[in-house]
């Protein structure tokens, strides 16, 4: 399967910030974060709510880790949002000629049945993460553990948006995102759809048209929350 050039991924990106603003799942506005900032978009994943949309999310996921490169033996969805997606982007992959075994994990374990937290293919190899964002990193740790314990490999994560912002800790900003915390501290490819630069370049070729005032608030939010990120 080849790699897409640069040129197709970031047209990638521009048709799936365009797909996420159309089914409402990408708003602008005044919202708050986790981390206690006033944010001037809000991307909410839980809002690809149909099969069509589903379907043409997961097509996107699949597209992005074809793009990345990045060689895998499974496929892990962290509960709940994480669950859907792994099942969906597996499919779509599937379709693509890379057949692969995904898992995921209950948050609550079973007592009858099968028993435990985990679900699906057993856990082995080197594991692809996929979920929707990553703000502090937590979740790609929970997810980790989870996989280290199964003895199998935590290899990768895939996720929707790259906010390429500053990460908290103990309420405090840090000069790195989660995605670079990933990336950096704990040794894991990361594969994005789009990222925050890409949003930016959306709402400046929108013009006066959807990216009336928002390219500029977007844009004030980045130099100050933003990360130096040169990838």
Known sequence: MSNLQADDTGRLAQEFVQFAVDAGVLRFGEFKTKAGRMSPYFFNAGLFDDGGKMGRLAEFYAKAIAASGIEFDMIFGPAYKGIPLAATVAVELARMGLNKPFAYNRKEAKD????????GAPLKGRVLIVDDVMSAGTAARESIAIIRAAGATP??????LDRQEMATENGQDVPHSAVQYVRNQLGMQVCTIAKL???????????????????????????????????
């Open 112 to 119: 009858h049945g099968e028993g435990g937290t985990l679900v």
């Open 155 to 160: 290899h990768a994560v895939a996720i929707a």
């Open 197 to 231: 630069a890409d949003l930016l370049l959306y709402l400046e070729i929108q013009g006066g048209s959807e990216g009336s005032g928002h390219h500029e608030r977007v844009l004030a939010y980045r130099q100050r929350y933003g990360v130096n990120d040169k990838e």
